[in-house]
């Protein structure tokens, strides 16, 4: 088995205890990539020097970006060394600028100053010709307004990137797919009577599916309302590859596939 987790926060404080522990136990579980996700500058600095450092049986890659909740303490300065990382991306092991993107369901920052920032982010990510993983919750028509202007002006390339933990219809999962975007899907895969995220994964192509954890959070069956890890994402895939008919084999090789393409490995 060789797995991708595409997104894990693996410098949240719930690991300092049992980093080592939790990325053997991902290993044992048939995990050989993990993509530290980051929602803030502090944490991207942080997921930068465990990507350079930790880096042994299971490869540790990167991204960098401000999540929404946080996008009213995005500045010129964090903007500058957003810009100055990525410039740097191969030695700091970044693939990615993320997570941005839109949040109305908790509206921590305004969302005027959401946009704002995203459009922003969004704008580097495209000069820089770097993948973004979106997290968007509750604002796809904003989100989708903002995207399909970035496409007139010709600036997303043909993979712009994932909506991390899709949760939206399948209606908009085919206007994302139609744009070039990848799905990512995790724990609630495994919640029985999860119905919407079968019409998703049933109505997109099987190349633009990717898992993850998004550890801590969103813990799978049978672990749900315990501190999620990379390991438990064999959850996520056997339900998926339940779903699809096919083996857990199968849809491994199938999502490392597609994170390796849009992440460029
Ligand atoms: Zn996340």
Partial sequence: MEIFDTHAHLCDERYNEDIDEVIAR????????????????????????????RNGQVELFCSVGVH??????????????????ISDRVKKRIVAMGEIGLDYHYDFSPRDVQRAVFIRQLELACREDIPVIIHER????????????????????????VFHCYSGSAQTAQILVRMGFMLGFDGPVTFRNNKKVWEVL???????????????????????????????????LSAIADYLGKTGEEMARITTENACRLFRL
């Avoid at 996008?71 to 990382?85: K, V």
């Avoid at 604002?139 to 712009?160: Q, V, Y």
């Fill in 68 to 85: 929404p909740h946080s996008a009213s303490d995005y500045n010129d300065r964090s903007h500058e060394l957003l810009a100055s990382w």
């Fill in 202 to 236: 049933s109505s997109v192509p099987t190349d633009r599916i990717l898992i993850e954890t998004d550890c801590p959070y969103l813990t799978p069956e049978p672990f749900r309302g315990k501190r999620n890890e990379p390991a438990y994402i064999t959850f996520v």
């Fill in 26 to 53: 991902a290993q044992d579980a048939g995990v050989r990539r993990i993509l530290l996700a980051s929602a803030e500058m502090s944490d991207s600095e942080a997921a930068i020097r465990m990507a350079k450092s």
């Fill in 138 to 161: 509750e604002a796809s028509s904003d989100m989708l307004s903002i995207l399909n202007d970035f496409s007139k002006r010709g600036l997303l390339s043909k993979m712009p990137g």
